[in-house]
């Protein structure tokens, strides 16, 4: 099982990334998707996340509305589409894979549900 994660890097406050993360060893479309991050200091966190379908996501509240996940079956790849970005966004990103069911697009934050991980992007936002 590999997750690899890219597209991260330094961009200025205001400025867009997208990350990608593509998956390798594990039948992609059953699991649900997540994208963590995690800041020197801080703990992991949750970003978002997709469901398996594709058809329901989930944000945190400080990502709302600058942030889109998305997934392509296909190329067995999930991406995170970041605009607006703050300083604050700064930290390693993280993409994860999940098989458990969630019946709420909220029940896929708990971290500690998901299966795989990958290596992490850094992506760090002047000021």
């Known amino acids: 099982v590999q997750l690899q994660a890219s597209g991260g890097g330094l961009v200025q406050a205001g400025g867009s990334l997208r990350l990608s993360c593509a998956a390798s060893?594990?039948?992609?479309?059953?699991?649900?998707m997540g994208w963590f991050r995690q800041s020197p200091g801080r703990e992991r966190e949750f970003v978002a996340a997709?469901?398996?379908?594709?058809?329901?996501?989930y944000y945190t509240d400080s990502v709302k509305g600058r942030v889109t996940i998305s997934r392509d079956d296909a190329k067995r790849t999930v991406y995170l589409q970041m605009n607006s970005l703050k300083p604050e966004d700064t930290a390693v990103y993280y993409c994860?894979?999940?098989?458990?069911?969630?019946?709420?697009?909220?029940?896929?934050?708990?971290?500690?549900?998901?299966?795989?991980w990958g290596q992490g992007t850094l992506v760090t936002v002047s000021s």
């Open positions: 997709i469901t398996r379908s594709g058809s329901s996501t």
């Open positions: 994860a894979a999940r098989y458990r069911t969630a019946k709420q697009p909220d029940q896929l934050v708990p971290i500690g549900l998901y299966d795989y």
């Open positions: 060893g594990f039948t992609f479309s059953t699991y649900a």
